[in-house]
Every structure is written in structure tokens, then in C-alpha cells.
């Protein structure tokens, strides 16, 4: 459901527009069955010279479909327009951003393709610690409770940004996370948002993963930890019970064609 009809439509439209290395991600794809509806729809490209292609290939398809599409910036590696039809509207971006993942791109129904949840997790870990957006606490939360622990995916960040420690980005959430009901009026939500019981929550969550993280080695951060093919928060104490799987360009699958299957099971999206 947070997805607006009108996003359906624009993704299932693009959607064959979409390959490795042209694919969706921020909060549309986190989001698909989650809590709030996201404002914009994210294109990510590893290249620059594939955001502009994109954009204008995409945009025209959008034109021939009746949507009516109104440019805000068009800059080399970035794209930004409004996408309308019949009163609704919803933004667009197309966007150069790194190809340094753990997973490889996701093959997907409505997408096309899309960035797999672990990477959208992560990167929503990340964004978290260098802006301040209430939005980004909710879809932590949703992401601790439906797909990972949030100690775990702030463990496998650092990964993509060497400036933080896991400590310092869990230092870095909470500085930002402080956000009273009128910071969550203007977000479209599924149910309203309780502010006092997501700050409760929230300090509880980054408490445990303060806690995980001070007690991993030295020298195992940004790794996944992966049980019966499956990233979860390890026992540090028992490290050598998990696989360890680590971030590269463009992402790789664990060596075991049947782990990557039941990877893929366990972080496949259901159709809305």
C-alpha cells in the first residue's frame, strides 16, 4: 500500500527501462511495504554518463503515456523532475551513486530491478547519521523489526563511508533523532505516528546496538555475518559459526548457490 497509485504506475511503466546498472532504490523500494509512503521515486546509476540517458529516455515514455513531467534540475550525474497526471504527482530522481554494495542488483516485478534490502538498509543507515529527517527513523525502526537488526546493518555500513566508526554513526543517529509530533505531521503515513513511543523505541534499538558493537572485534567491521545464507546480528562471541561476507563493486552473492536462494527468498518483496 506506500506506494501511491501513481508511483505504481510510473514503475511498472519504466520498469523495462530498468538493468543492472539503471535500478530503484531509496525509501519507494524500502518502503514498498512499509509504514509511509515516499515522495520521491529513486533512480540509481553506477555511471554518470547514464543519468542523463536515462532520465531522457525515461521522461520520454512517461510524455507518451500521458504523464506530464516538469524538470527541476538537470545537472551532470543528477536529474530531478516532477512527474503528474490527473491532480496526483510525485517526484523523480535520477542518480549517479557508487557502486559499492554487498548484494547485487535485485531483479524485480514492478521495479525492474532494485537495490537488495540489505543495501538499502545500509544506505538508509548512512543517510541517517549526515542529515536530519524524521522519515529516517521510522524506516530504521521498520528495518530493525522486518529485516535486520539495526546493530548489524550499522556494524556493514561503515563499509561504504571509512569515515565512521560503528560508533560514530550510531553517535551520529542520535544526535540527528530528536523529533517531536509536529516533525512527523507532514509525512504520509499508513497509521498516525506515536512521536513518544518512536523516541522510545529508537533509544532502546540504538542501545542494543551500542551494546553489539562495543563487544565485536576490532577489525571486523563493515561485514555482513550470514547464517543458512541469511544476514543476521552474530553472537560475537561466536563469530566463527556465521560466514562472513563483505561489500564490493557491484556486489556479489555468497558462494553457495543455494545460500543466494535462500537469501533470496528471505528478502524477496510481495507484490502490493
Avoid at 158 to 167: F, L
Amino acid at each position: 500500500m506506500p506506494l501511491s497509485e501513481l508511483q505504481h504506475q510510473i514503475l511498472a511503466l519504466l520498469a523495462s527501462h530498468r538493468n543492472p546498472e539503471s535500478y530503484i532504490a531509496g525509501a519507494a523500494a524500502l518502503n514498498r511495504c512499509g509504514p509511509r509512503f515516499s515522495s520521491d521515486i529513486d533512480i540509481f546509476h553506477d555511471q554518470e554518463d547514464a543519468v542523463s540517458l536515462s532520465a531522457e529516455v525515461d521522461s520520454r515514455l512517461l510524455a507518451e503515456n500521458g504523464f506530464s513531467v516538469q524538470w527541476l534540475r538537470r545537472y551532470p550525474g543528477f536529474h530531478a523532475a516532477v512527474v503528474q497526471q490527473r491532480g496526483e504527482k510525485t517526484k523523480l530522481e535520477w542518480v549517479r551513486d557508487s557502486d559499492f554494495r554487498f548484494f547485487p542488483v535485485v531483479a524485480d516485478e514492478l521495479f525492474g530491478y532494485r537495490l537488495h534490502m540489505i543495501d538499502l538498509a545500509t544506505n538508509k543507515a548512512l543517510a541517517a547519521a549526515g542529515r536530519r529527517e524524521p522519515r529516517d527513523v521510522l524506516d530504521l525502526l521498520y528495518i530493525n523489526e522486518n529485516y535486520l537488526s539495526l546493530g548489524a546493518v550499522i556494524w556493514a555500513s561503515v563499509a561504504k563511508d571509512p569515515g565512521y566508526s560503528p560508533e560514530s554513526l550510531i553517535t551520529e543517529i542520535r544526535r540527528n533523532a530528536r523529533y517531536l509530533a509536529d516533525d512527523y505531521a507532514d509525512l504520509a503515513m499508513v497509521k498516525p505516528v506515536d512521536a513518544a513511543a518512536v523516541s522510545r523505541t529508537l533509544r532502546h534499538v540504538l542501545n542494543e546496538a551500542d551494546l553489539f558493537v562495543r563487544t565485536m572485534p576490532i577489525g571486523k567491521e563493515g561485514l555482513l555475518f550470514l547464517k543458512n545464507g541469511v544476514p543476521v546480528q552474530p553472537e560475537p562471541e561466536l563469530l566463527t559459526a556465521y560466514q562472513e561476507h563483505a561489500g564490493k563493486r557491484r556486489g556479489v552473492w555468497p558462494s553457495s548457490a543455494d545460500i543466494a536462494s535462500a537469501m533470496m527468498e528471505r528478502y524477496k518483496m510481495p507484490m502490493p
